[in-house]
Structure formats: structure tokens, C-alpha cells
């Protein structure tokens, strides 16, 4: 009896224990049917051209269920994860997405709390220089160390757009059109080690001014900053001491631009090891350059046209005995003189470099050249002015006269050609005929 109550009773627990999972199981689907709710009304507020609505941020993980094979759940971060973009815990990477500014609301801390990395390419984002940082409210991403913005038709930045990523150390911008910047725009970003900003700023609206406030760091701003890339941004100038205030910088990449000098402040960019001067303006350096910048060890100054004449013989035979600090050798080459065009900067004889120039045979024989030609014309110009009798001209061009004897009723007694003693006596006889007019008189 004792036995069948406790038998009883168990299985009262049992039958309990299920119709709970059960209650579970339902209330689960509610929720699975609630968030498919919300997913339609963000469809149809996307028809309407709305942003999502970020009311759906949910911040517990939902842990797997056995129980629904047929449709597997989205992490925290894909569920959150922005109309074109793919999104894990650590990546955002919203590519050729066509999105505006906008779309920064969407990436919020709060749905994404570990983001290491966000890649925004091919986008529309125009000006994103509002004061309140590209997340809104001063949202801070604390663990946002790579950010990639090329390629986005940027056009306007300030210090506030970089205020939420403390932590930011790589900074891609290259590929845009920026016109307009407030003071010092990347100051904030106390981690900062490397910035991009290959082909970013709009040609001809960046002044050399302009630029030269883009790194104006106060107190420890920017010390962290080892890599600054401008190229291809048509710089024709910059003042020297641009840089001045990024002490740490030990590479800085200025290639295809329009720069003819590159004069650095005393003091300035000490710790620069690599400078890359490549495909700019360059007809002559000086290897004072070296002097100035005391660790550089890594210079490209290859696609110049640089003029391998006398005041360029000191840095060629500097360039020649500290080649070890040069890159692209191969393509740094002589643009002139004639003589020593194409040739490698690196391999041209110094004997030949500043050779005085009456000695030079090629210049030689391009005045010889020259005077043959002015002759020949002079010559061809006066040939035709001097008047030379026919029988004097060079060669015959003429036959010889031909006349006829003419006899009584008109009859031709002879026809031949005149001798040239002949010639005289024949003009004179009106019996004569010519057969030939340029021969009758
Ligand atoms: C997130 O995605 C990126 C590339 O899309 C990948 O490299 C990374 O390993 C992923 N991280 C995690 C935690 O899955
Ligand atoms: C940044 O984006 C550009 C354009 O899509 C791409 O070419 C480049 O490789 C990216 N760099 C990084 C580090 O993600």
C-alpha cells in the first residue's frame, strides 16, 4: 500500500515536470511568432523608406533549442545586424550597401557590445561631422580598434565624428572627398596608430593651411600615431611644420602628389624612418634631407623628374655610397640632361653628371646638324633665282634642234639635227624651220 502511494506520487512529479517544459515550449514559440511580428513591421517600414526601428535591441543571447530543428536562431548580433551589411559579435561590414549617415544609428554599443571591427565601404555618407559622433549621444564603442570608411563620398569631418571609439587605433579614409574639417579632427582618438587618407581629400579644396591644422595635437594627442598615409591627394605644397606636432610619426606616405620641395622644421619628425616621395614634382633634393631627419633610413623618391645636372652631382654621390636607405632604385632615374635620360639615379657614372657643355658631343653634332640644314635651304631658296642659260644647265634637258631644209614647192630637202657649231647659222636663215619651238627665235 505504502508502495503504491509512493509510485503515486511519483508520478504525479513526473506528469507536473512535463506539463512545465510544455507551458515553456509554447511560450517560446510566442516569442519566436513575436519577434517574426517585429521583422515584418520593420519590412514594411523599409517600404516606406524608414530606418529600422532599434527598439528590438536584445541583449541576452538566446542559448540553442533542441527543440525547433528546423530553424536555426540568430546570434544577438545577427538578429541586430543593419538591412546589407553581415555582422558577427566582433565584425560589422556593410560593403556597397549604398547606405547614408544613417547608418551609424543602427551599429549602436548596445547591440554590439564587443565590435573590434566596422567596415563601412562603398556607402553615401556625405557630411558626418555632426556634434554628436557618428553613433549618437555620445554612445561609446569601447572596444572598436579597426574602423574602414573608404570609398563613402565623405565631404565633411570634425573632432566630434571620431569622439565615440576611444580605443581606435586604425583609421581607413582614403577614397573620399573631404572639403571641409574642423581643427585637429583625429586629436580625439588617443590610440590612434595608423590613418589612411590615400586620395581622401578634394582636390584643390585642402590648402596647405588647411592641412597643416589637420595635426595641430595638444598635450599627449596623437602620441600613439605611427603612420600617416596623404598619397594621391594633389598636394602641391605642404609648410614644414606640418607634422610637427605628431612626434611619434615613422612612416609618412606623400607618393603622387605635386610636391617640388619637402622642407621639415628643426625638431621636426624625429623619429621618421620612412618617407615615400614617390611620383611628385621633384627636379632636384638635397641631402640635407638626411641631415633634418636623422633616423630616416627608408626614402623612395623614384617616379620624379628629377634633372641630373650640377647642382645634383652632391646628392647622387650621396645617394650612390647610402644606397641601402633608397627604395625603388630602378625607378628612380635621370629625366635629363638628354644624355642621362632614363638612366637609374643610382647607376649613372659620376664623371659623367655635370660635364661642361662645349665638350659635349652631342650638342655638337645637333649644331652641326642645324647648320647643314639652314644650308641646304638657303641653297634651295637661291636656285631658283639665279637666271642660267639653257645651254649652261647642268645635263641637256632639251633634244637637239631639229631643222628642215625647205625646197623649191615647199619640198624638205633635210631634216636633221643641228651641230652645235651649226646652231648659230641655222637661227639666222629664214629658210629654216623649227620642229621644235622652244628653239625658234
Ligand atoms: C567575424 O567575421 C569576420 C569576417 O567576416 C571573421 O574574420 C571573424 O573571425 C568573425 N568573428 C567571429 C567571432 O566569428
Ligand atoms: C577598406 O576598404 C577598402 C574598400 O573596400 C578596401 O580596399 C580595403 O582593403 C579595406 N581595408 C581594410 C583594412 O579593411
Redesign the pocket.
Same mark, same amino acid.
Given at each position: 500500500m505504502r508502495l503504491l502511494l509512493v509510485a503515486l506520487f511519483l508520478l504525479g512529479v513526473v506528469r507536473l515536470a512535463e506539463g512545465k517544459g510544455r507551458t515553456a515550449e509554447i511560450k517560446d514559440q510566442d516569442e519566436e511568432e513575436d519577434s517574426y511580428g517585429d521583422e515584418l513591421m520593420d519590412k514594411k517600414e523599409e517600404r516606406r523608406g524608414k530606418t529600422p526601428r532599434l527598439s528590438r535591441v536584445r541583449t541576452e543571447p538566446r542559448a540553442p533549442r533542441a527543440s525547433v530543428p528546423t530553424k536555426t536562431l540568430k546570434s544577438q548580433e545577427e538578429f541586430n545586424c543593419p538591412i546589407g551589411c /553581415?555582422c /558577427?559579435?566582433?565584425?560589422v561590414?556593410c560593403v556597397n550597401a549604398d547606405a547614408d549617415a544613417s547608418l551609424f544609428q543602427q551599429i549602436q554599443p548596445i547591440a554590439f557590445p564587443a565590435l573590434d571591427t566596422l567596415v563601412l565601404t562603398g556607402n553615401r555618407f556625405a557630411d558626418i561631422s555632426g556634434k554628436e559622433g557618428l553613433f549618437g549621444n555620445k554612445n561609446q564603442h569601447e572596444y572598436l580598434s579597426l574602423v574602414n570608411l573608404s570609398d563613402n563620398r565623405i565631404s565633411a569631418i570634425s573632432q566630434q565624428t571620431f569622439i565615440n571609439m576611444p580605443h581606435l587605433e586604425w583609421l581607413y579614409l582614403s577614397n573620399n572627398r573631404i572639403s571641409t574639417s574642423s581643427k585637429n579632427p583625429f586629436g580625439g582618438l588617443a590610440k590612434l596608430k595608423k590613418l589612411y587618407l590615400s586620395n581622401a581629400l578634394r582636390k584643390q579644396a585642402i590648402s596647405e593651411e588647411h592641412l597643416s591644422t589637420f595635426f595641430d595635437a595638444r598635450g599627449n594627442q596623437l602620441v600613439h600615431l605611427e603612420s600617416i598615409d596623404l598619397s594621391a591627394n594633389n598636394i602641391k605644397s605642404l609648410s614644414k611644420d606640418t607634422f610637427c606636432k605628431v612626434s611619434g610619426v615613422a612612416e609618412l606616405l606623400l607618393g603622387k602628389n605635386q610636391l617640388s620641395a619637402f622642407d621639415v622644421a628643426k625638431n621636426c619628425l624625429n623619429g621618421l624612418r620612412r618617407l615615400d616621395l614617390s611620383g611628385n614634382s621633384f627636379t632636384s633634393l638635397s641631402s640635407s634631407l638626411f641631415d633634418s631627419l636623422p633616423n630616416l633610413n627608408a626614402l623612395d623618391v623614384s617616379d620624379n623628374p628629377i634633372e641630373c645636372e650640377c647642382e645634383m652631382k652632391e646628392f647622387i654621390a650621396f645617394a650612390q655610397k647610402e644606397n641601402a636607405r633608397f627604395l625603388n632604385q630602378d625607378r628612380t632615374l635621370c629625366a635629363s640632361p638628354a644624355a642621362l635620360h632614363g638612366q637609374s639615379l643610382f647607376r649613372v657614372k659620376m664623371e659623367s653628371v655635370c660635364v661642361p657643355k662645349s665638350s659635349n658631343i652631342f650638342s655638337n653634332l645637333f649644331l652641326l646638324v642645324l647648320f647643314g640644314t639652314v644650308g641646304f635651304f638657303v641653297y634651295r631658296f637661291y636656285r631658283h633665282r639665279i637666271p642660267t642659260p639653257a645651254v649652261f644647265q647642268f645635263g641637256r634637258s632639251h633634244p637637239p634642234p631639229v631643222y628642215r631644209e625647205i625646197g623649191e614647192g615647199g619640198r624638205i630637202i633635210q631634216s636633221r639635227g643641228a651641230s652645235p657649231e651649226e646652231e648659230d647659222s641655222i637661227f639666222e636663215n629664214p629658210l629654216y624651220t623649227f620642229e621644235n619651238p622652244a628653239w625658234a627665235r
Open positions: /553581415n /558577427n559579435k566582433t565584425h561590414a
